[in-house]
């Protein structure tokens, strides 16, 4: 069965950084596009970042250019998320997602979800 397992998350204070590992397993990794969505309480899940399987191009939703990094290491089958800058407005949950093809920014076009990993932004 296809997998896909965050961790990383956690408490983090304001300026603080973190980063955010997602391992997947029983799929060819390099062929998926995969993205981090985030949910906070009472809010939709929303787009943070999305990287392509093999050329790697990448994505960002405007609240985090410049403060947060998406790479992936084929060879390891796992993706990344590098956040900096941390403000309170980043606490939720966050997901990795894949899909077969480009990367996307909406979530609905990512069939594969991982269960999630907690992020708590405190001042």
């Known amino acids: 069965q296809v997998q896909l397992v965050e961790s990383g998350g956690g408490l983090v204070q304001t300026g603080g950084s973190l980063r955010l590992s997602c391992a997947a397993s029983?799929?060819?990794?390099?062929?998926?596009?995969m993205g981090w969505f985030r949910q906070a309480p009472g809010k939709e899940r929303e787009f943070v970042a999305a990287i392509n399987g093999i050329r790697l191009n990448t994505y960002y939703a405007d609240s985090v250019k410049g403060r947060g990094i998406i790479s992936r290491d084929n060879a390891k089958n796992t993706l990344y998320l590098q956040m900096s800058s941390l403000k309170l407005e980043d606490t939720g949950e966050y997901f990795c997602?894949?899909?077969?093809?480009?990367?996307?920014?909406?979530?609905?076009?990512?069939?594969?979800w991982g269960q999630g990993t907690q992020v708590t932004v405190s001042s």
């Open positions: 029983r799929l060819t990794f390099r062929a998926y596009a």
């Open positions: 997602a894949a899909r077969l093809g480009t990367a996307s920014t909406s979530s609905t076009d990512y069939n594969i």
